[in-house]
């Protein structure tokens, strides 16, 4: 198994923070991981609990935050969504 940390979300004036972890296996298709952490002393950081993503999940994961897929629009990606309107759409509603 493969690992390859992606980003790291640091909490402001916390000791805990957000890994974004891509894992790949030979023959298996690559996923992605969410690791909250929480630094511990003299242990370091530590990991407490892990989301794992597969590539359905992850597309319903951008889709949910507004990153569509390459070449498609964001009315396009409203409209395949059961009518869940990104904000980027809404606000060109909004200014136009």
């Known amino acids: 198994m493969f690992e390859r940390v992606l980003t790291t979300i640091e909490t402001a004036g916390s ?3 957000v890994e974004v972890v891509e894992i790949a296996e ?3 298709p690559a996923r992605l991981e969410m ?3 929480q630094h511990v002393s003299g242990l370091g950081w530590v990991t407490q609990r892990r989301i794992s993503f597969d590539a359905q999940d992850v597309r319903a994961l951008r889709l949910a935050l507004g990153m569509f897929e390459p070449g498609t629009s964001a009315s396009t990606a ?3 969504d059961d009518g869940v309107v990104s904000l980027e759409t809404w606000r060109g509603r909004q200014a136009g």
């Open 15 to 17: 000791d805990d923070r």
């Open 26 to 28: 030979p023959g298996v």
């Open 35 to 37: 690791r909250t952490q």
């Open 78 to 80: 409203a409209r395949a």
